[in-house]
């Protein structure tokens, strides 16, 4: 892909995993990153080790579903990088339980984050993209979003992020700004090695047991992900519209 200049890229949920490869990639193709997180130290931390690299990258504290949070966060991005015009709505929690034992809080957090999170975002982050007329807005999805067994919220978030992708790009797309989502399977991350290690079962053969089902014959890495959303990112998109890719290692339903 041609590499871009000058672009300013917000990455949410980058302190770690698929959001921090993610936030690796688009500096190395050019843009200069805003990494937030919850976790603002952590993100910092990863912003400055992309700037060792001779990057322009921030790490800011932001929590995606509180409203002026996101505000001040955007903020604060163009005035320290410029004005956005990608997006990258990685931020993500599990608060996985089956239906009868699951907490409205539980679902409440979910949805919080996944779907009320990426609405203050792009809302936020939108008007500088139609202000230059071009921009790229990228949602994670989840293969999730095609039912999992103890993730009624995690699907549903997921699954809403899909629609949330299809009416974002035909909102928007007149603007020269295009939304799509990448959908990706089991990755080796933190949050998958928390989940290991809830259900009380070693990493290696919990990513062993899942890798048996996928026809790549392993799980994904955070690069895998990274490397489908900077080519929705990228100039070369501009007519990718409204589109779900699943990053699983196979076909999906």
């Not at 200069?32 to 990057?55: F, N, P, S, Y």
């Not at 005035?79 to 931020?91: F, I, M, S, W, Y």
């Not at 790229?136 to 999805?141: A, C, E, F, G, Q």
């Amino acid at each position: 892909m041609t590499p871009t200049t000058d672009r300013v890229a917000i990455v949410t949920g980058a302190a770690r995993g698929i959001g921090a490869a993610t936030a690796a990639r688009l500096a190395a193709d050019g843009h200069a990153v805003a990494l937030l997180d919850l976790r603002e130290e952590a993100a910092a931390e990863t912003a400055a080790a992309l700037a060792a690299d001779g990057h322009r990258a921030i790490g800011v504290g932001a929590d995606v579903a509180d409203e002026q949070s996101v505000t001040d966060a955007v903020e604060r991005v163009v005035a320290e990088l410029g004005a956005p015009t990608v997006l990258v709505n990685n931020a993500g929690i599990l608060r996985d339980n089956l239906l009868f034992k699951m907490s409205t809080d539980d679902w409440d957090a979910v949805l919080g984050v996944h779907l009320r999170g990426a609405f203050l975002m792009t809302r936020a982050v939108q008007q500088h993209m139609v202000s230059a007329r071009w921009g790229r807005i990228v949602n994670l999805s989840s293969t999730s979003a095609l039912g999992h067994r103890g993730q009624v919220n995690y699907s549903a978030a997921k699954a809403g992020m899909q629609g949330f992708t299809k009416s974002l790009a035909i909102e928007l797309g007149k603007f020269g700004v295009t939304a799509n989502a990448v959908a990706p399977g089991v990755v080796a991350t933190d949050m998958i090695a928390e989940t290991a290690e809830r259900v009380g079962v070693p990493l290696e053969d919990f990513l062993a047991g899942i890798a048996q089902d996928v026809p790549a014959g392993r799980v994904g890495r955070p690069e895998d992900i990274a490397a489908a959303v900077a080519f929705f990112c990228s100039t070369e998109a501009s007519f990718t519209n409204g589109q779900v890719l699943y990053v699983a290692g196979g076909p999906q339903d």
